[in-house]
């Protein structure tokens, strides 16, 4: 079982940005296919933002032009760039190998004035 381990949540206004990081600390991740999800209170869990091993991206259309998912293989890691952050964002967001169906636990971010 590989350990996925976000960091980088927190609270921002609207209009504010962040950036989120996922770690497999003692794996190689490069070879999966990563995913960003998000759960709001209250709600099911949603997809937020894929890439693959080639670094082909698709991402939910809520976040499309103001989100980027990057990966850095060197550092095995992957990132998502949140930028225009407005309420409706607020969320756990989770970072998963979805394909091998590991998740991380979850870092909160928080959309509010």
């Known amino acids: 079982q590989v350990r996925l381990v976000e960091s980088g949540g927190g609270r921002v206004q609207p209009g504010g940005s962040l950036r989120l990081s996922c770690a497999a600390p003692g794996y190689n991740i490069n070879a999966y296919t990563m995913g960003w999800y998000r759960q709001a209170p209250g709600e099911q869990r949603e997809m937020v933002a894929h890439?693959?091993?080639?670094?082909?991206?698709m991402y939910a259309e809520s976040v499309k032009g103001r989100f980027t998912i990057s990966r850095d293989n060197a550092k095995n890691t992957v990132y998502l760039q949140m930028n225009s952050l407005n309420p409706e964002d607020t969320a756990v967001y989770y970072c998963t190998a979805p394909h091998m169906g590991y998740w991380g636990q979850g870092t909160q971010v928080t959309v509010s004035s």
């Open positions: 890439i693959n091993s080639s670094g082909r991206t």
